[in-house]
């Protein structure tokens, strides 16, 4: 519970306006997952645009970045 809290508080307090899956240990291994965080960027056609394996300083920029094309 204490993971949800805080991704709640992220995206409050960065407006972030898109849909964000949190995952579960169960998701992790049903996906075969190697790295938490990981993050997928999904266009609207269902295509994977962005995918970044555990934490980075530039994951913001680079996902704008790509929202913004």
């Avoid at 995952?23 to 970044?52: C, F, H, K, M, N």
């Amino acid at each position: 519970m204490g993971q949800l809290n805080a991704v709640r508080r992220l995206v409050a307090k960065r407006s972030i306006d898109f849909p964000t899956l949190i995952g579960t240990d169960q998701v992790r291994l049903e996906y075969e997952l190697a790295a938490i965080p990981l993050y997928v960027l999904i266009d609207r056609g269902g295509r994977i645009r962005y995918i970044s394996e555990g934490f980075s300083e530039k994951i913001e920029e680079s996902i704008q970045q790509l929202l913004a094309q």
